[in-house]
């Protein structure tokens, strides 16, 4: 099975480094066409940038994998392996900062900046209806300003007709009061139901640019473009949310009611020191009275109206591909794991060489280089095998100097003794 192994490893080699290769190409195009996107203009030195960084992009995966490739799954020792898997997860770091990014960019850029302009719309959107309902919120106001000016207009014509209030008919201080009082209720009331066709005017302008928003959100063409003209329009929304945001006239309403309680100035009674005039300044008094309640009860509902929440500033400010994709990367998790993929994948192929070569380790056991052995091998064993064989038969009896020592072989290798023992030639 070791040997199988071996043989698979070696045949596989060549289609190992055509993959890395190729996975190193892919992932510099999408690089080049991430950075392509950041750059600005069409120039040559714009796409001569782009190229080089994609360029050196893909050398560098390319040799950063092949190093693990050939050195990971070779290492034996815990510290050895710790330092390797170190060096694998910072290279897989900076490997994603230089060119995974920028792969999503290429990848999903364009889908990303159509969020951003979709959530721009939707943002506007919820802006312009907040500040419809602010402005529409004073209209509540009609029908008690209505209400209150018909009971000072109605308490005025009974004193005129039959002098319901001071016993003396007639057109006197308190119907001149009276009346004032109910048409200064009865102007602001048209006032109020007059701003109405203004609101609706301005509202109906902010869904026209909405519209045009939504169109070129999902329109055909470069994303750049329609990002230019989507911001030309957005100025334009601004301002139209802005004027409706100061049509309400609720400010109006609470400076009349106050203006109705603090600058109201009794009028001498027409009727002087008579009865008639004691009972004016009974009425004018109670006028007063109600006056004052209604002036409380206006401001208190222009208070409600004043404290609801405004429109906040809302500034459109266009991003890159390459932001939008890092803004909204919980939306293109498919398009990341595609652009990490391209550029980590060959770690997994780091992992099944681990696991081959434990496998065969674990066959050959420790001494495995003793499994090594090639035919050139054999045959130089084989050859120095034969030449000891050789040796040994060419032994020759104890030279005359009586020291028990060989003399020198013919091919000059080193004689025996006649006890076996090695020695020299006289």
Not at 210 to 219: D, F, I, K
Request: net charge negative; glycine share 8%.
């Amino acid at each position: 099975m070791a040997r199988e192994l071996r043989h698979h490893l070696t045949t596989l080699e060549t289609t190992m480094s055509a993959a890395l290769a190729v996975l190193a190409t892919a992932s510099g195009y999408w690089t080049y066409m991430g950075v392509r996107g950041l750059l600005d203009g069409d120039g040559l030195l714009a796409i001569g940038g782009a190229l080089i960084y994609s360029i050196a992009v893909s050398v560098g995966i390319y040799v950063f994998w092949t190093y693990m490739l050939r050195f990971m799954p070779l290492l034996r020792g815990r510290r050895y392996r710790l330092g390797m898997w170190l060096t694998m997860a910072v290279g897989c770091v900076a490997i994603m900062a230089m060119s995974s990014w920028l792969n999503a960019a290429a990848l999903a850029g364009s889908g990303a900046v159509e969020q951003h302009l979709a959530r721009t719309v939707e943002e506007y959107q919820q802006r312009l209806e907040l500040a419809h309902e602010n402005a529409l919120a004073a209209q509540a106001l009609v029908p008690d300003l209505e209400r209150e000016a018909e009971r000072f207009r109605q308490l005025a014509e009974k004193e005129r007709e039959g002098g319901a209030l001071t016993g003396s008919s007639g057109s006197g201080t308190v119907v001149q009061l009276l009346t004032q009082k109910s048409e200064e209720l009865k102007t602001l009331a048209r006032q109020i139901r007059d701003s109405r066709q203004d609101v609706d005017r301005l509202f109906d302008l902010g869904g026209q640019k909405l519209g045009v928003l939504r169109e070129l959100v999902s329109a055909a063409g470069d994303i750049q473009q329609r990002s230019v003209l989507f911001a030309k329009q957005a100025v334009g929304l601004v301002g139209v949310i802005t004027d409706l945001q100061q049509t309400s006239l609720a400010p109006s309403v609470k400076r009349a009611a106050l203006d109705m309680k603090e600058s109201f100035i009794a009028p001498s009674p027409s009727g002087g020191a008579t009865t008639l005039g004691v009972a004016q300044n009974e009425v004018i008094a109670e006028i007063e009275q109600a006056i004052s309640a209604t002036s409380a009860q206006l401001a208190a509902a222009a208070d409600e109206i004043l404290e609801r929440p405004k429109v906040a500033a809302f500034r459109f400010v266009p991003l890159s591909p390459a932001e939008a994709v890092l803004r909204y990367a919980s939306d293109f998790i498919p398009s990341w794991a595609g652009a990490i993929a391209i550029d980590l994948l060959p770690a997994v192929l780091v992992f099944v060489l681990m696991l081959v070569q434990a496998a065969i380790r674990e066959r050959e056991g420790m001494t495995d280089d003793a499994w090594r052995v090639t035919a050139g091998d054999m045959a130089a064993a084989l050859a120095a095998l034969e030449r000891l064989e050789a040796l040994r038969a060419r032994k020759v009896a104890p030279g005359a100097n009586g020291h028990g020592l060989a003399p020198l072989a013919p091919d000059g290798a080193p004689g025996l003794a006649p006890d076996g023992a090695p020695g020299l030639a006289p």
